[in-house]
């Protein structure tokens, strides 16, 4: 396998390594990424850090996160999903996609800087690659893990799209991305509760990469904080 392309992807994607500059690397140079794990948060201020996470992208992320609520985040292009409006908090996603329920969920966050090799895949290459990290989690769960054919959009959870974890006809794990100068933001979800270790195992087996413990810096929380008051707060925003 050429340097450069990940673990099962061989033959089929073509993402060239450039590892982003750093200093902290194993002897091997295996990359290493950012582990930030939140407790519950409400759901503006989880938008907001992944925004603010890709804004001062600097080194690959993994974030592992929860909800304080009953929530339902939905896409970038959706209509305000105003139905649900008495039963959920609703926020709207700085990525695609549809809407998610987020009362039962394991949701996680990657984000890596312009230049890294899931930068530079295509966008289904990079959802892939991705969701084999997940599959690779769910695997000692359960058996018959695919991915899906495309078949629609919207309800997230029950129109499984290409690159999905399914099984059977069941959606497991889906997601969203955002793309640009900065680098790529990918929001996923999966359903039910997925040990965090057992999540960080699939993306460091999937994507070769060892992990370091980290909090949000100064300057990230200071922008989520002025990001969840001033936009994923505000109906400005939602509701639009």
Not at 145 to 173: I, W
Request: glycine share 10%; net charge positive.
């Amino acid at each position: 396998m050429r340097r450069g392309r990940f673990p099962h992807q061989a033959g089929r994607t073509r993402g060239v390594a450039r590892p982003h500059p750093r200093p902290a690397q194993t002897p091997r140079s295996i990359m290493i990424w950012r582990l930030i794990q939140h407790g519950p948060g409400n759901p503006a201020f989880n938008m907001a850090v992944d925004e603010a996470l890709l804004r001062l992208v600097t080194q690959p992320v993994l974030r592992l996160y929860g909800w304080d609520r009953p929530a339902v985040s939905f896409g970038y292009f959706q209509q305000y999903p105003v139905a649900l409006a008495d039963r959920y908090t609703l926020v709207r996603r700085p990525t695609g996609g549809g809407i998610v329920y987020h009362d039962a969920d394991t949701t996680y966050t990657v984000v890596v800087p312009a230049g890294h090799p899931l930068h530079r895949l295509k966008t289904q290459e990079a959802y892939c690659v991705i969701h084999q990290a997940v599959a690779v989690a769910l695997q000692s769960q359960i058996s018959n893990l695919k991915s899906s054919t495309p078949r629609g959009q919207y309800e997230c959870f029950q129109n499984p799209v290409a690159g999905d974890v399914v099984a059977g006809n069941r959606k497991l794990a889906g997601g969203a991305q955002r793309r640009g100068k900065a680098g790529l933001l990918h929001q996923g979800s999966i359903a039910g509760r997925i040990p965090a270790d057992r999540l960080v195992r699939g993306f460091r087996q999937v994507l070769t990469v060892e992990f370091e413990t980290a909090e949000l810096t100064p300057a990230e929380r200071a922008l989520a904080e002025k990001l969840a008051a001033e936009k994923y707060g505000t109906a400005a925003w939602n509701q639009r």
